[in-house]
């Protein structure tokens, strides 16, 4: 199947990419060193320092410059797209620039992980789909949540092991605004293994993304697809 290579409209709020740093330097140190070195890149905006919680890790240091995020917590390295997702082109250069920073000092990486959230408000994802899901216990499948995890073959010749994929996909969550209904389709593809150096890491980061986007577009149905503005190679 042909497949976009964006969407105007792609209702993607969260563009999560996290990965495990093993190093003799502590998070302070790699955090500090990763700021000074984007700055020193002439970023415009410039990252700056906000403090704020999160359900998962508590409070911490948030670095962002308003398009791009990033934090260290526990040896774990978390990126985000900040406000609206960014286009992979843009965000995969934010990531290359990253760890070539990353490699200017003593560093392993493992455990990489790639999250994509995606909200519709109102829109019953399940009319969305591509195909049928059939209970015959509940014949009303709203308020229904179908989730499924499956392994994905990987890429031997650029050392990809074989990485998982979890999609879950809710109907009728109460939306941002308080006041109307969504629905969330959440993709995660990830792999808890070594990597041997940051192209090998970087290589894979581009092997996810490229698994998450498959996953999404056999998800969901042409006719939706074609109501999110897609744009395919070559127009």
Same mark, same amino acid.
């Given at each position: 199947m042909k497949q976009p290579i964006y969407l105007d409209n792609d209702h993607i709020v969260?563009?999560?990419?996290s990965f495990k740093i093993v190093s003799f330097f502590n998070d302070s140190y790699i955090v500090s060193h990763i700021t000074e070195a984007l700055n020193r890149q002439n970023t415009n905006p410039q990252f700056n320092e906000f403090n704020t919680d999160t359900s998962k890790y508590g409070n911490i240091s948030l670095f962002s410059n308003g398009v791009f995020s990033f934090f260290i917590k526990n040896g774990v390295l978390q990126l985000n797209c900040v406000e609206k997702?960014?286009?992979?082109?843009?965000?995969?250069?934010?990531?290359?620039?990253?760890?070539?920073?990353?490699?200017t000092i003593e560093v392993k990486y493992k455990d990489l992980q790639i999250r994509y959230i995606s909200i519709f408000e109102e829109i019953s994802i399940f009319d969305k789909i591509d195909g049928n899901v059939k209970l015959n216990a509940f014949p009303n499948f709203e308020n229904v949540k179908l989730s499924f995890s499956f392994a994905i073959v990987g890429n031997p010749e650029k050392?990809?092991?074989?990485?998982?994929?979890?999609?879950?996909?809710?109907?009728?969550?109460?939306?941002?605004?308080g006041d109307e209904h969504a629905s969330?389709?959440?993709?995660?593809?990830?792999?808890? @293994?070594?990597?041997?150096? /940051?192209?090998?890491? =970087?290589n894979a !980061?581009?092997? @996810?993304?490229?698994?998450? /986007?498959?996953?999404? =577009?056999?998800? !969901?149905?042409?006719n939706f697809i074609n109501e999110?503005?897609?744009?395919?190679?070559?127009e």
């Amino acid at each position: 199947m042909k497949q976009p290579i964006y969407l105007d409209n792609d209702h993607i709020v969260e563009s999560i990419i996290s990965f495990k740093i093993v190093s003799f330097f502590n998070d302070s140190y790699i955090v500090s060193h990763i700021t000074e070195a984007l700055n020193r890149q002439n970023t415009n905006p410039q990252f700056n320092e906000f403090n704020t919680d999160t359900s998962k890790y508590g409070n911490i240091s948030l670095f962002s410059n308003g398009v791009f995020s990033f934090f260290i917590k526990n040896g774990v390295l978390q990126l985000n797209c900040v406000e609206k997702y960014r286009g992979w082109s843009k965000y995969s250069k934010f990531l290359s620039d990253m760890l070539e920073i990353l490699g200017t000092i003593e560093v392993k990486y493992k455990d990489l992980q790639i999250r994509y959230i995606s909200i519709f408000e109102e829109i019953s994802i399940f009319d969305k789909i591509d195909g049928n899901v059939k209970l015959n216990a509940f014949p009303n499948f709203e308020n229904v949540k179908l989730s499924f995890s499956f392994a994905i073959v990987g890429n031997p010749e650029k050392s990809i092991r074989n990485p998982f994929a979890h999609i879950e996909a809710r109907n009728w969550i109460p939306s941002r605004n308080g006041d109307e209904h969504a629905s969330v389709v959440d993709i995660t593809v990830q792999g808890n @293994y070594e990597f041997n150096n /940051k192209d090998v890491l =970087f290589n894979a !980061i581009e092997y @996810y993304h490229e698994q998450e /986007k498959n996953i999404f =577009f056999s998800f !969901i149905s042409n006719n939706f697809i074609n109501e999110l503005g897609p744009h395919y190679p070559n127009e």
